[in-house]
């Protein structure tokens, strides 16, 4: 599994470019502002085909480039069900947006599906509520690795203080990623990766 990772717009949220080989089928993880251009020099200098953007949750710093990933690629879109509202109706996230944020639509819904897979690659999708009631994490068992979105980061968690957030979910949440293979690496919504080993300290002690 090659993994490239950009931060992008004003949060500075990764987006996450994902595939196996060049010329070969790719897909992103969170579509955060600008972020579709930076992955478009590495696809079209590998030579991939990004079908997919899947996002860890809705809120606008993490999918406001779904529209433009559809547009360069044809990319088809993944969210959890109880994240279309906020991509559908940007206006629904409950708080002001710095910009104007295009509306868009999921072709699929990641919390219906029991796993995902592309380029060679399979994923299990766990819910993740807390930070959103639709977060989602994507775990890759075989490479060891966890696709945390805004529900893990590197010494702490998500915020829960959000409309449609909830503390005591994400505390559920976390206990669940705990159970986890300590050696499992963990790529962030925001900041470096960790892995729950590193994590595992504080995850089984936090308290909403």
């Known amino acids: 599994m090659i993994v490239k990772f950009f931060p992008c717009g004003p949060l500075q949220a990764n987006c996450y470019l994902i595939y196996s080989k060049k010329g070969g089928d790719a897909f992103v993880i969170d579509a955060p502002p600008g972020s579709a251009a930076k992955v478009a020099e590495v696809a079209d200098a590998e030579g991939l085909k990004v079908r997919f953007v899947l996002d860890t949750h809705g809120h606008f710093d993490h999918t406001s480039d779904n529209m433009e990933f559809v ?89 829960y203080d959000l409309e449609g957030s909830s503390g005591d979910e994400i505390e559920a949440s976390l206990k669940i990623l705990a159970k986890l293979p300590e050696d499992t690496i963990v790529y962030p919504g925001h900041g470096k990766r960790t892995t729950i080993g590193r994590e595992l300290g504080w995850m089984r002690k936090f308290k909403a």
């Not at 109880?82 to 991509?87: A, D, N, Q, R």
């Not at 944020?101 to 599906?113: C, G, I, R, T, W």
């Open 71 to 159: 547009r360069r690629f044809g990319s088809k879109i993944g969210i959890s069900r109880k994240g279309e509202k906020f991509i559908s109706d940007p206006a629904s996230q409950g708080f002001q947006l710095p910009f104007d944020m295009e509306a868009s639509k999921p072709d699929f819904y990641l919390d219906e599906k029991k796993a995902f897979e592309c380029a060679g690659l399979s994923f299990k999708v766990i819910p993740t509520p807390g930070h959103t009631k639709g977060s989602v994490c994507l775990y890759c068992e075989k490479e060891k690795a966890l696709f945390s979105g805004d529900t893990l980061f590197a010494d702490c968690c998500g915020r």
